[in-house]
């Protein structure tokens, strides 16, 4: 997924039990890190709930974030269940950024 400086963007995760039932976590912590494997902000414990078991978080980028490729990594649990999401997004120059 490629993003620019500026721009907003959703991430979404859909939590299952080993069954493939729809299940709402416990807690939820998402991390947001840089090109450079930085942590950008703090931890996220709070994203929104679309449905049962569907969650979204919108993360607005940097006026001065750092061109390259950066990673979500968003874990849940809830009781014995577990669950780690990783996503990538680019964040490319614009044509006059500099």
């Known amino acids: 997924m ?7 963007i959703g991430f ?7 069954d493939g039932g729809l299940i709402n976590p416990d807690h939820h912590l998402i ?6 494997g930085v942590q950008v902000g703090e931890d996220i ?3 929104a709930q679309l449905s049962l078991g569907v969650y979204e978080y ?8 750092p ?15 577990k669950e780690r ?3 990538f997004f680019t964040v490319k120059e ?5």
């Not at 919108?58 to 974030?65: E, R, V």
């Open 85 to 87: 999401e990783v996503i």
């Open 45 to 47: 414990d709070d994203p």
């Open 94 to 98: 614009l044509l006059g950024d500099t």
């Open 67 to 81: 061109y390259g490729d950066w990673t979500v990594t968003w874990y849940a649990d809830k009781g014995s269940f």
């Open 58 to 65: 919108d993360y607005s980028i940097p006026a001065d974030a």
């Open 31 to 36: 991390k947001i890190f840089n090109p450079s």
């Open 12 to 18: 979404k995760a859909i939590f299952t039990d080993k």
């Open 2 to 8: 490629i993003k620019h400086r500026g721009d907003s």
